[in-house]
């Protein structure tokens, strides 16, 4: 039996999907990652994939990866094209994976850093998007 492969989109242009979050009244989480982490693989494959493929969680957030490498660029919140590198540093991430999750506005909600567990990633993740949940 083949295994289905899902992606997660890269985040190119974070203030156009601050337009959308904003239309749609969805907040925005954004993994960071490593290609060369094990651990961020593991939270690629066990958690955000699957999450991006359930409409449980596609109808309250826009989910983006963002691949931490030199000469990797996007567009930001403020619609200035970066490095992705700049933005981890903007953001003070040093640890991989990082999680981090914006309103609308690109307001910075809540950082998970790392992984304990899988059941606990699932948990946690799930308290924080309850705990910012956007009311219509």
Known sequence: MLKKIMTILPAKN??????????????????M?????PWCHFVIDEIIAPMS?????????IIRQIEIN???EMIDFNNQLIENNTFAQYHNIDFYPTLLLFNPQHELLE??????????????????????????
């Open 14 to 31: 974070l203030f156009l999907e601050s337009r959308v979050a904003q239309k749609e009244n969805k907040n925005i989480l954004l993994l």
């Open 33 to 37: 990652h490593l290609e060369e982490c």
């Open 53 to 61: 493929e359930m409409t449980e969680y596609t109808n309250r957030l």
């Open 70 to 72: 030199a000469g990797l």
């Open 111 to 136: 950082k998970t850093i790392g992984v304990v567990s899988k059941d606990f990633y699932w948990t946690n993740l799930d308290k924080v998007l309850e705990k910012y949940e956007r009311k219509s």
